[in-house]
C-alpha cells in the first residue's frame, strides 16, 4: 500500500482512508483504501495508463452528486478527476466551439454561456455535478439533454485516448456507453450560438423557479422519469406539460400517491420534491436501498410500472 500511495503522488493529491461520504453530495460512504485527486488531464491519462497496467483496480468520481457510496467504502483506488481549467472558447461560423474539461463543474459552463449571451445551455441551470459526469450521464433537463450540444468527446479507452462523435456514443435518455464500460470522459466540445440576452435570463428564472431544494444531502432526483409510451394510465390526466416533453415525471407520481415524507431509518422522500431522497438523519446506503425498494413496490403495485435508478448506486 505505502509504495503505491508514494506512486500516486506523482499523479495529484493522494490520501489514505479518506472518507467518501466528504466527497458526495448524498454524504454517505466508507473511506477509501487509497484516494487521488487530479487535476490535470494529462497525469490523469498518464494514472489510467499506470493503473491498467498493474491491473489495479478503481473507480472513478467526479462531482459525487449522482452516487450512492457503500457504507464500506472502497477497498481501492478512486480517482476524484478536478480537471477545471478554464473553458476554451472560439468562434465558429455564427456561434462558438467551446472545449470543456472532464472535472469543470457544469454551473461553469453554463454561467459562460449566460455571460456571453450563448443560447443552449440554460436549461441545466441549477444542476449540480461536472461536465465529464454530466456527458457520462447525458444530463438533462426541461426536455433537453446536453449530448444535444456536444460536438465531440474525447475518451480514454483501454491504453489509449479517442476522440468519438456524438453519435460514436450511444447516448439515449440519461445514459450513454461509457455507463457500461470502463471508457472515462476526458473532455468535450459544445457548439453554441449567441442568443437574445434578455430571453436567456429569463428562461434561466423560470427554470430555476421550477427546481425544488432541500436543505438536506442528497443526490438529485433518484429515479429516471418515464417515457410517456411506459404510462398505463389515461394520458388524459396529465398536465399538458408532461404530453409535451415526451415523459413522466416520477416527483409526480410518488405526490400523487401521498408518498412524500416516506422515511426508512435516516433517509426520506424530501418534502419538497417528490423525487429527491433525502439523507435527513445520519443515513445509511442500507436505509436509502430499503427506502428504494419500497417506493419500487407502491409504485408498481398502483401503476405497473418498473423504476429506475438514476442514481449510481456503488455495493
Given amino acids: 500500500m505505502h509504495e503505491l500511495y508514494e506512486k500516486l503522488k506523482e499523479f495529484g493529491d493522494a490520501k489514505i482512508n479518506e472518507s467518501l461520504a466528504k466527497h458526495v453530495t ?134 489509449e485516448v479517442v476522440r468519438l462523435k456524438p453519435e460514436e ?24 450560438e449567441p442568443g437574445n440576452k434578455q430571453e436567456i435570463m429569463e428562461r434561466m428564472q423560470k427554470y430555476l423557479a421550477q427546481r425544488k431544494h432541500t436543505p438536506y444531502p442528497s443526490a438529485g432526483s433518484f429515479f429516471k422519469n418515464l417515457k410517456l409510451a411506459q404510462w398505463v394510465g389515461d394520458t388524459k390526466e396529465l398536465p399538458e406539460l408532461f404530453l409535451q416533453r415526451g415523459t413522466v415525471p416520477i416527483g409526480w407520481i410518488t405526490e400523487q400517491m401521498g408518498l412524500r415524507g416516506l422515511a426508512v431509518g435516516g433517509a426520506k422522500i424530501s418534502d419538497e420534491h417528490g423525487n429527491y431522497l433525502i439523507n435527513f438523519d445520519n443515513a445509511t446506503q442500507a436505509d436509502v436501498l430499503s427506502l428504494v425498494e419500497e417506493i419500487k413496490q407502491k409504485v408498481y403495485d398502483k401503476y405497473k410500472v418498473e423504476l429506475e435508478p438514476e442514481v449510481q448506486i456503488v455495493k
Fill in 169 to 192: 456514443c450511444g447516448f439515449s435518455y440519461r445514459n450513454s456507453d461509457f455507463k457500461h464500460d470502463k471508457s472515462i470522459v476526458l473532455r468535450g466540445g459544445i457548439y453554441l
Fill in 26 to 159: 448524498f454524504k454517505i460512504g466508507g473511506p477509501a483504501g487509497l484516494f487521488v485527486t487530479v487535476n490535470d488531464t494529462e497525469k490523469l491519462i498518464g494514472l489510467l495508463n499506470y493503473l491498467s497496467g498493474e491491473g489495479v483496480d478503481y473507480f472513478i468520481l467526479a462531482g459525487g452528486s449522482n452516487l450512492l457510496m457503500n457504507d464500506q467504502g472502497f477497498d481501492g483506488i478512486v480517482i476524484k478527476i478536478a480537471t477545471n481549467q478554464p473553458p476554451k472558447v472560439t468562434p465558429k461560423g455564427a456561434g462558438f466551439d467551446i472545449e470543456v474539461e472532464a472535472g469543470v463543474m457544469l454551473s461553469a459552463v453554463v454561467n459562460l454561456a449566460s455571460k456571453n449571451s450563448l443560447a443552449g445551455m440554460d436549461w441545466a441551470i441549477g444542476i449540480p455535478g461536472t461536465f465529464g459526469g454530466a456527458v457520462r450521464g447525458n444530463a438533462g433537463a426541461m426536455g433537453k439533454e446536453i449530448s444535444k450540444v456536444l460536438t465531440w468527446v474525447e475518451i480514454w479507452r483501454n491504453g
